[in-house]
């Protein structure tokens, strides 16, 4: 027999110790029959092939943009598609007055949708006045920065009241099965105003993009807990509202009627949806001494400056006294790096003042020796082409196999680019 003293249990230990006192958890294997989760349609279909099918009952999805992007605009549709579907909506709006979003709706036609208006920033009402009945289908809250909780100090849009406001907000969505969207204000720079952690607390982060000078508008999933986050959806401002692109290509090609130099076509994939696009390049001599100049609208700069060093170190090709200008038309933003290949023939083609082929696509991925990758989707790529009417394809030799319908040219090495662009073979 051996004397063992016991554990010195203190007050403040007791109170703090947490093995003991809490609700027991049912744990489940991992391997449980789960069914997938309804979706709830908007009658949208950028929208919804945007989310990956529509809302999810009980998610919360923030979407942010720019003012005057078109947020307001596409959700008061959305609502109004779905209320006129028998689901109950309620919107609320913190920014605008409930008359405001009145005439809004009937500028845009929708003035007989039962959707339910509010304008207040207090989350307390909000709830008060939810709790009072059953859930809606569908809560909008426009926007989260606008929202206060009583419970902590603080004016709205601070850290503090963003964070506690969403925070209840989706407690509520959660326990009662309603789909909640807050609308999201954005900084100078383009990042969601408010702490970090508010995108993490949702389910689904949307990203709305596009110029006030543009008609067209960028709906991307920048996270999606139900779905897939490489879809967009493309949307044209008009005067009824946000229009869909059924063929977002024709946004982003320019109708030519004689070849320029400087110009290739190239197939980008957002998703499952290939959009051709168009690479402009811009090649200025200058005197010698003087300091060339690079800008790029719609790329990467530093990618830029990669091509523009292999063609000089790989193809004897000299930029070093040249001003070069890279554009994505229509504003579109590129992240693509099939991109390489078109960017590289623009180049050639705008320092020689040779066009390339009117009806050629150009893609292909490229490496800091000069060799060609094959890329992803390059099967489909060529369809899209082949349906807006284009009918030569220049590619990484390695694609040419998968591709029909088009005549393809494939190319293992720069140098082999550069040279049917400059008509030496």
Not at 44 to 70: H, K, M, N, Y
Not at 127 to 145: F, H, K, M, R, Y
Not at 315 to 334: A, D, K, M, Q, W
Request: a neutral charge; glycine letters at 12%.
């Amino acid at each position: 027999m051996v004397e063992d003293a016991g554990a010195v249990v203190t007050p403040f230990k007791a109170k703090h110790d947490l093995h003991g006192g809490g609700k027991r958890l049912s744990l489940a294997p991992l391997d449980s029959q789960v069914a997938l989760p309804a979706r709830m349609k908007t009658g949208i279909g950028e929208l919804d092939r945007t989310l990956g099918g529509g809302f999810v009952p009980g998610s919360a999805v923030l979407i942010a943009g720019d003012p005057g992007v078109g947020k307001s605009t596409l959700l008061l549709q959305a609502a109004a598609r779905i209320a006129m579907a028998g689901e109950s909506v309620v919107y609320i709006s913190g920014e605008e007055s409930a008359d405001q979003v009145r005439l809004r709706a009937q500028r845009l036609g929708l003035g007989q949708a039962n959707v339910q208006l509010a304008a207040t920033g207090s989350v307390r009402d909000i709830l008060t006045t939810l709790g009072e009945g059953p859930p809606p289908a569908l809560l909008i809250i426009d926007s989260v920065q606008t929202m206060h909780s009583d419970l902590i100090e603080g004016a709205p849009g601070t850290v503090s009241q963003v964070r506690a406001s969403a925070q209840e907000l989706i407690r509520y969505a959660k326990s009662t099965g309603a789909t909640l969207i807050l609308v999201g204000h954005v900084t100078k720079d383009g990042a969601i105003a408010g702490p970090r952690v508010l995108e993490h607390m949702v389910d689904t982060v949307l990203s709305f993009e596009g110029e006030r000078s543009h008609l067209y508008r960028i709906l991307r999933a920048a996270k999606n807990r139900f779905g897939g986050t490489d879809e967009i959806g493309v949307f044209s401002m008009e005067e009824g509202g946000l229009g869909e692109v059924g063929n977002p290509s024709s946004l982003f090609l320019t109708h030519r009627e004689a070849d320029t130099a400087g110009i290739a076509v190239f197939p980008a994939m957002e998703g499952t949806r290939p959009v051709l696009v168009e690479v402009q390049a811009l090649v200025v001599r200058l005197a010698s001494g003087a300091t060339p100049r690079r800008a790029v609208v719609g790329w990467d700069s530093g990618r830029l400056a990669m091509i523009l060093a292999v063609l000089e170190a790989r193809c004897g090709l000299s930029f070093s006294n040249c001003e070069v200008y890279l554009n994505i038309s229509g504003g579109y933003r590129v992240t693509d790096p099939a991109a390489d290949l078109a960017v590289a023939a623009a180049l050639v083609s705008a320092l020689s003042d040779k066009p390339l082929p009117h009806g050629a696509i150009v893609f292909g991925e490229m490496a800091l020796s000069g060799e060609v990758r094959p890329v992803a989707h390059a099967a489909l790529r060529v369809k899209e082409a082949v349906k807006l009417g284009f009918d030569r394809a220049w590619l990484p030799s390695a694609a040419t196999g998968s591709v029909k319908g088009i005549r393809a040219a494939g190319f293992g090495r720069l140098g082999e680019l550069v040279e049917l662009v400059l008509g030496q073979s």
